[in-house]
């Protein structure tokens, strides 16, 4: 089994800032890309941004970029959300996950999984 505990969650204020982490365990997979997906209330989980873990490169959605970071450390199994700057808009639930094939893309290109973690903006 594979597991992906999602953790640095919490209330903020608008302008603020938060640190996400996903690490991940359990047996060895195929690792292309890692990527951080949110889903706001009453909306469908969307991209957010993702990493090559072999190169490194970064993706963002438009809304994100300039104020989001993705990172890794592959010593530790670890990815990271540098999250800045943040907006009311950005409340959501932050999902990390791991894809065998491809690094932008949708949820359904993905395929494990952390169960999340709550990121609330106060206006």
């Known amino acids: 089994q594979v597991q992906l505990v999602e953790s640095g969650g919490g209330l903020v204020q608008a302008g603020g800032s938060l640190r996400l982490s996903c690490a991940v365990s359990?047996?060895?997979?195929?690792?292309?890309?890692m990527g951080w997906f949110r889903q706001a209330p009453g909306k469908e989980r969307a991209f957010a941004a993702a990493?090559?873990?072999?190169?490194?490169?970064?993706y963002y959605t438009d809304s994100v970029k300039g104020r989001f970071t993705i990172s890794r450390d592959n010593a530790k199994n670890t990815v990271y959300l540098q999250m800045n700057s943040l907006k009311p808009e950005d409340t959501a639930v932050y999902y990390c996950?791991?894809?065998?094939?491809?690094?932008?893309?949708?949820?359904?290109?993905?395929?494990?999984w952390g169960q999340g973690t709550q990121v609330t903006v106060s206006s």
């Open positions: 359990g047996r060895t997979f195929s690792r292309y890309g």
């Open positions: 996950a791991t894809s065998s094939r491809t690094v932008v893309g949708g949820p359904g290109a993905y395929d494990y």
């Open positions: 990493i090559n873990w072999s190169t490194g490169s970064t």
